[in-house]
């Protein structure tokens, strides 16, 4: 099993980005996938995860700039990053988890948002 996390990079406050979480050796559809975030000196916390439904919640902070999403037929989840903060900057994690399976992480992609 392995999660591939992409997309990250620097920009400036305002701007956008779109993380992608692309799985392979799973079957994704079953799993809730959320992205997960770790500035220097915090501990890790959830920005936002998708259930196999589809159904969606968002960390306090990010509601209304960001948006995750889901294509099962790629094997992929998106999060559309707007409005970007410096507070924002972090290295962005996803994970797949489902009941009675093991939990899987991908390897982080770097966030910096500055001026």
């Known amino acids: 099993v392995q999660l591939q996390a992409s997309g990250g990079g620097s920009v400036q406050p305002g701007g956008s980005l779109r993380l992608s979480c692309v799985a392979s050796?799973?079957?994704?559809?079953?799993?809730?996938i959320g992205w997960y975030r770790q500035a220097p000196g915090k501990q890790r916390e959830l920005v936002a995860y998708?259930?196999?439904?589809?159904?969606?919640d968002y960390g306090d902070s990010v509601k209304g700039r960001f948006t995750i999403s889901r294509d099962n037929a790629k094997n992929t989840v998106y999060l559309q990053m707007n409005s970007l903060k410096p507070e924002d900057t972090a290295v962005y994690y996803c994970?797949?988890?489902?009941?009675?399976?093991?939990?899987?992480w991908g390897q982080g992609t770097q966030v910096t948002v500055s001026s």
């Open positions: 994970n797949a988890v489902h009941t009675g399976y093991s939990s899987y």
């Open positions: 050796g799973m079957t994704f559809s079953i799993y809730t």
């Open positions: 998708i259930t196999k439904a589809g159904s969606t």
